[in-house]
């Protein structure tokens, strides 16, 4: 935040993250005129690793918003502009309502308290102000006849109800139909919502994008000929889709190159019997413990990579290039790789070794449901030591997952499906999985690579007799 004139302050794009360098305007929820409060939301960004909503640092009145929805904007460059009401206030204004007398305009003294991690950080370039453009055509009032003939659809104030400080409310929709709106330039203010509880849909996004129906052409009067149309050149934008690399997905992009040319990956393999790990999943759902809780093979999964962890430390660990030293991690952030919309994110469990398993069960429930949701914070992705990828819930039996960047390992887990298994000295049928690690081989070599894979996939053969014997 800074102060640019008497009474009016400027807030400059924050850090929310990590070290990120810019974000992504993805939509405004206030324009010039619209009262704010401290701490109310007046914008989302996309960052490089999730979706965040600005909270306003100071209290005031929009004077100018300084970057356009979809722009990209470094950190510390200005982003929009707040009067407190000092400057020009006349005798019916905010100060004489109250009955008290305006302060005098010292300018050194603080208008607001800022917000932690919103302060002033200087720009990488300065950038010229964009100026938001001007209406191309009016728009008829709502309800009365457009020039096209029928009714002009509502406008945004029309049809957005108002927030209690006059700001405008948030559209309600689902985060895919965020996306999809933004992906096909549509402004969810001016879609008709027809879900439940004034919701918009996705049908409600695409019949508001979708272009109006043409005109039949008029047939030629008698005597004259039509001449022949020209044919069109081809025109291939209706069958093909540009998505934007941007935010996250361009992140995971950079992060997923720079990790397979920068380790060494080395992938094995290994199939083994999970029918005691199912058996093990069904009792443990109806213990008291995990009562509302999720309790899936990947749970288990997870809890024996946790114990292998524990078993071979050096396994999770990471290269620090400038030192030249491996780094052994002597705690476990657990990455749980997860597919949205936005991208592929990685958040992680923290400290997820300490953890009993009903708790893991808890965490990892609430991960998925963020990730699901698009909510999930910048510091939910940070700092992850070793990742869980499960590729089976898209029926996929095995692959050679990337490692994560920072990190030295990194497990696929498999669909698990009936095939024959020697079981007992006998053919049976059973239920197969398979298991498949990654690891960097700079500091992670084949034996310990192989010890690691091999305890997890003792753990998921027999979960209550490992449990038992490694604690």
């Known amino acids: ?40 939301i007046i914008c989302e960004i996309e960052t490089a690793k999730a979706a965040v909503e600005l909270p306003s640092p100071f209290a005031g009145t929009v004077q100018e918003v300084l970057a356009e929805a979809g722009s990209t904007v470094e950190v510390g460059s200005p982003i929009i502009r707040v009067g407190d009401g000092t400057a020009g206030t006349d005798a019916a204004g905010d100060s004489g309502r109250s009955g008290e007398s305006a302060p005098d305009g010292d300018e050194d003294e603080p208008q607001e308290k800022p917000l932690v991690g919103s302060g002033e950080k200087p720009a990488a370039t300065q950038r010229r102000r964009r100026k938001r453009p001007a209406p191309t055509r009016p728009e008829a009032p709502a309800g009365e006849p ?66 109006p129906a043409e005109a039949p052409a008029e047939a030629p009067e008698a005597g004259e000929t039509e001449a022949p149309a020209a044919r069109p050149a081809a025109d291939l934008s209706a069958r093909e889709e540009r998505i934007p690399v941007k935010g996250v997905r361009k992140r995971m992009a950079s992060a997923m190159v720079d990790s397979a040319f920068t380790a060494p990956h080395v992938t094995e393999f290994l199939q083994v019997d999970a029918t005691k790990t199912l058996k093990a999943a069904r009792r443990l759902r109806e213990r008291p413990e995990f009562d509302g809780l999720k309790v899936s093979p990947l749970l288990l999964v997870a809890r024996a ?56 069960a808890r965490e990892l429930q609430n991960l998925t449901e963020t990730a699901r949701e698009g909510t999930t914070t910048p510091e939910a992705m940070s700092g992850g030591t070793i990742t869980v990828t499960n590729v089976g819930v898209f029926g996929v039996d095995a692959g050679t997952p990337i490692i994560n960047p920072g990190e030295g390992a990194i497990l696929a887990f498999g669909q698990i499906r009936d095939l024959p298994w020697a079981h007992k000295g006998k ?12 690891f960097d081989h700079r500091m992670i070599d084949g034996e310990l690579g192989s010890k690691v894979l091999r305890d997890v996939g003792a753990m998921l053969e027999d979960p209550e007799m490992t449990a038992l014997a490694w604690g």
């Open 427 to 438: 053919l049976a049928v059973r239920k197969v999985t398979t298991l498949s690690l990654s």
């Open 305 to 360: 990579l946790l114990t292998a962890v524990r078993r071979h430390p050096r396994i999770n660990a990471t290269w620090d290039e400038d030192a030249q030293e491996i780094v052994v991690k002597h705690y476990v952030n657990l990455g749980i790789a997860a597919a949205t919309d936005r991208g592929l994110i990685v958040p992680n469990i923290k400290d997820a070794g300490t953890k009993p398993l009903p708790d893991l």
């Open 1 to 40: 935040m800074t102060m640019t004139e008497q009474g009016v302050q400027e807030f400059r794009l924050p850090d929310v993250g990590e070290g990120l360098v810019d974000a992504e305007i993805l939509r405004w929820y206030v324009e010039p005129g619209d009262r704010v409060e401290i701490n109310q």
């Open 146 to 211: 457009s020039a096209t003939g029928g009714a002009a659809p509502p406008s945004r104030a029309a049809s957005a109800p108002a927030t209690a400080n006059g700001g405008t409310a948030r559209p309600l929709a689902k985060p895919p139909v965020r996306k999809l709106a933004r992906d096909l330039g549509v402004d969810l203010h001016a879609v008709t919502p027809t879900g439940s509880d004034g919701v918009v849909t996705r049908e409600d996004v695409q019949r508001h994008a979708a272009p």
